[in-house]
């Protein structure tokens, strides 16, 4: 009897599947059909499972699920390092929302998010969770650009060149979702910004929505003191109670940033299920604070790592936000191992998919699932010798030794050297919007 075609075998030098927990497979294959993993085998007995179309050989990589990027601002590419070294405020109020004021527009997002799918692809990100104005030019730039992501349906209680209240930023990110439902490299997330943003009105408003239409709700949250000190004068308590109030508190929230928590808070989230996203970068360039992720993990929340956006990071770099966030979680809990290697890149993958409830499809090598992959080379002098490769890509290893990533079973990148998007075109894009923005 013939053994089955498959379209593709993946053999690499060690497979970290994520689950279970703490796995390393040595001198494994990850074998692909129809975009999904059909198995994962010892290299030895490849040949007797299957014959394959493709056949792509690893000597000294990992190969891992691709990265979750849980939060960024995809368009925000066109603002990298426009107003820099400034808190958060300052850096909003007198920057980044008057520059957005002259210049965001439909054609701002499709080309900033086409720039930032490039960047996150070459550094083995293969879905990222997204928050902007005009959603649908943000969503025709990820499937031109073949990555996966989780478009965010913004909402605000001030006018923009996209909309014009809450009401209208509501009725416009339910017309994208229903214009491209149906995609399989797209998911949805109702997005109110902020609670210094967000009316209790537009609040309720929007959670009666995620609850008819099973959507996330994604939001920044306690990323500064100013936040809650401004919460406590307008409505005589914190954000995360005054969201508690609400009814906003449950399984579908990922609370952005959750900087400054109160041991009670930290409960709370905990017992409504509540998803964290930590971004160690922005946090500390913006002199935000430092999250207390291990805390949070000791109570069981859920954690993923976002990059925010490339105007206050300035990276979308998930290797970096990696090592960030380990190191920063040993030093402010005074612990070597509070947070360790397997949970930081579980935090980076996982984590990030169960945030979104994609965990069914994503963020780990399990047959069934999607083909999200992403490897990295070790064949480097700054790589070697290596006793632990996930210890290795927690504090080692970078962006820059991503060789290849596939989504859904299809390459994105081969030999470091995007497949779809022309760099050189990108380039050029960039610097013509430079040209326009420049103060």
Known sequence: MSLPLVDLVIEARWVVPVEPAGVVLDQHAVVVDGGRIVAVVPQAEVDGHCRARNRKCLPQHVLLPGLVNLHTHAAMTLLRGLADDLPLMQWLQ???????????????????????????????????NDMYFFPAAAAEAVLASGIRAAIGLITVDFP?????????????????????LGQPLLSFCLAPHAPYT???????????????????????????????????QRFAMRPIERLHRLGLLGPGLIAVHAVHLEAREIELLAAHGCSVAHCPSSNLKLASGIAPIAQLAA???NLGLGTDGAASNNRLDLFQEMRLA???????????????????????????????????EIGSI????????????????????????????AYAAGREHVSD???????????????????????????????????
């Open 198 to 232: 967000v009316a209790d009105r537009s609040f309720v408003q929007v959670l009666t929505l995620a609850e008819q239409i099973e959507l996330p709700l994604h939001l920044h949250l306690h990323e500064t003191v100013q936040e809650i000190d401004d919460s406590r």
């Open 299 to 301: 109570r069981g929340v």
């Open 160 to 180: 923009s060149n996209y909309a014009a209240d809450a009401d209208d930023y509501l009725a416009k990110g339910l017309a994208v979702r229903d214009r491209f």
């Open 94 to 128: 007198d920057h980044v929302w008057p520059a957005e004021a002259r210049h965001v527009s439909a054609q701002f997002v499709h080309d900033g998010t086409l720039l930032a799918c490039a960047e996150m692809l070459r550094g083995g990100v293969t879905c990222f």
């Open 405 to 439: 990533v596939w989504v859904a079973g299809r390459v994105r990148v081969e030999n470091g050297q995007l497949i779809e998007n022309d760099e050189s075109g990108l380039i050029r894009l960039a610097l013509l919007w430079q040209n326009k923005i420049r103060p």
């Open 326 to 360: 380990a190191l920063l979680a040993k030093q402010q809990d005074g612990r070597a191992d509070a947070i360790d290697a397997h949970q930081v890149l579980r935090m980076a993958t996982l984590g990030g998919a169960c945030a979104l409830g994609l965990d069914a």
């Open 366 to 393: 399990v047959v069934g699932k999607a083909a999200d992959l992403c490897a990295v080379s070790f064949d480097d002098v700054a790589l070697v010798p290596c006793y632990d490769p996930v210890s290795h890509l």
